[in-house]
Structures are given as C-alpha cells and as structure tokens.
C-alpha cells in the first residue's frame, strides 16, 4: 500500500486530495493544524480505516517534530505540502502592507513546507516512490500580469525557489520535488470567482504526482501536467 501524508486537510484543496488518495486505497496520514475543528475530515476518517487524523502545524517546528515523534519511521511515499494561509487583498497591497501578515505567510508557506520536508526526509527515503510536492500558485510567476496580494505572491516564489533549489539538492538521493500550480480553485481562499472544483484540481494533481518522473523534478508544474512558465 502506497503512502502520502498531506498537510491542511480540513478543506478545500487539502480535504479533496486526502479522500481521492484513501479512496484509490492509500494510506494517507491528512494533517491539520486543528483536528478538533475538521469536522468534515473526522467525519471521513470514521469510514475510512487507511485515513487518519494529525495535528501539525507546520508553522511551528515542534508541532512538526511531534508527528514525526508519532510517525516514526514509517516510510513515506509522497510528503504533500498544502496547507495554506491568506491575509485577505486589503492587507497585502502597496499602499497597505500587514508586515505581521506577511511574516506569517512567510513562515506557513514557505518555511513551512521546508521545515516538513527536512524533518520527513527519512520517511520520503525510505518510499518506494521518493516524491515531494508543494502547492503553489500561479500568481508566484513572473509572467502573472494581473494585479497581486504582495505578501502571498512573495510568499509563494520563495517557496518555489526554495523547492528548485531542494529538487537540485536530493537529485542523488533520488528524490523528486516538484512545486505545482494546483489551479484556481472554489476554495473558502479564492471563492465562487475562481474556476475549477476542488475536486477537478485534486484529481488533476493525483494524475500529475503519478506520472512524476525525475525528469520532472525542479520544474513548476501546472494541475493539467503542463509546465508554468515562470
């Protein structure tokens, strides 16, 4: 059996690929930063003996050490950074920065998902299929003309160097690291406005993840398999 641990799997995004994952027959550890309000996610773990339950928030190094404590060595086939924070547009324009705002999407977002990655490294190495992939955005591209919350698009190119540079790095341990543009998506995040279906864009990145090769590792991908210029 095949397994992935998922980090924000409460909702949107998160929640859809934790029960695509435990329906296809994974085990799939789905983390959250407040298990006691995942209403919906509990709910789904009750049916699903391959699906449990974590907290972790993966701002806080020793909420990460925690599961890691709990988890063991238990290897660990595909490590999916998730969870997700947004400040609201007002609070993130030039004319209107919340610099604690944008510290805080800084350590959630992109330390965050490094800080998970270097403490679940062994787990991943001791996979079968070694692949670790970070949700990002397209609005972390350059080639994004459209107007921008500044800390969350910072926020998301760091964490897509931060993920080129590891891709760079764990090569010749054989790992694959991919940072992917899951599409925008009706999440409690963007709204009714964006265009795709929570599920259609967890279905599309499962699609992605599986044919993953090392080719692909260092490159922005999109939901749809294709590259993101950036």
């Known amino acids: 059996m095949s397994t992935i641990l998922i980090t924000g799997s409460a909702r949107g995004i998160g929640y859809e690929l934790a029960k695509q994952y435990a329906e296809a027959g994974w085990r799939v550890f789905a983390t959250t930063r407040s298990p006691e309000k995942a209403d ?3 709910a789904l773990a009750s049916t699903m003996e391959n699906l449990t339950v974590h907290r972790m928030d993966v701002g806080d190094a020793s909420s990460v050490s925690a599961i890691k404590a ?3 060595d238990q290897p660990i086939d595909v490590l999916l950074n998730n ?23 800084f350590n959630v977002m992109a330390m965050g998902p490094f800080r998970v990655i270097q403490t679940f490294l062994p787990n991943v190495l001791a996979g079968q299929q070694k692949k670790v992939v970070t949700l990002s955005s397209q609005v972390a591209a350059h080639v994004y003309d459209h107007l921008i919350g500044y800390s969350y698009a910072s926020v998301k190119a760091a964490v897509n160097r931060l993920m080129t540079g590891l891709a760079t790095e764990l090569k010749e341990q054989g790992v694959i690291v991919v940072p992917m543009h899951p599409g925008w998506v009706k999440t409690d995040m963007a709204g009714d406005v964006a265009d795709i279906e929570p599920s259609e864009s967890a279905n599309g990145v499962r699609d992605v993840i599986g044919k993953m090769t090392m080719a692909d590792t260092g490159t922005f991908l999109k939901w749809t398999g294709d590259i993101h210029p950036w």
């Open 40 to 42: 919906q996610l509990n």
């Open 83 to 105: 969870a997700g924070v947004w400040g609201g547009l007002e609070t993130q324009t030039f004319q209107n920065m919340d610099y604690d705002n944008w510290a805080f999407e």
């Open 70 to 72: 709990e988890l063991g």
